[in-house]
């Protein structure tokens, strides 16, 4: 869910894993990203897999909605998209 806010956006998410699996010893890490209507990338949240869901992720920033034309969750050490929207 993509939220308008006085101050700015707010983000809030649930990722379900396709695998199943989470490597002890490297777990899989994401970013969420937006682009604004300039083509400015701007990460707003990052975070690891730790089982095989993540509940309840919430982020924001300062940018206004209206500006906001896409965001996309990447894998962070490659920067290549799982998933990606507009807004």
């Known amino acids: ?4 806010k006085r101050w700015g956006t707010q983000f809030s998410w649930n990722c379900i894993y396709g695998n199943g699996e989470v490597s ?3 777990p899989q890490s994401y970013d969420l ?6 083509g400015v ?5 990052s975070w690891s897999q730790a089982g095989t869901s993540a509940k309840g992720l919430v982020a924001s920033t300062g940018i206004p909605m209206s500006k906001i034309k896409t965001l996309e ?11 990606r929207g507009t807004v």
Request: charge should be neutral; aromatic fraction near 4%.
């Open 24 to 26: 002890a010893s490297k």
């Open 41 to 45: 990338a701007t990460t707003v949240a």
């Open 33 to 38: 990203v937006i682009t604004d209507a300039a």
């Open 73 to 83: 969750v990447q894998y962070a050490d490659t920067h290549a998209p799982v998933v």
């Open 1 to 4: 869910r993509v939220s308008a």
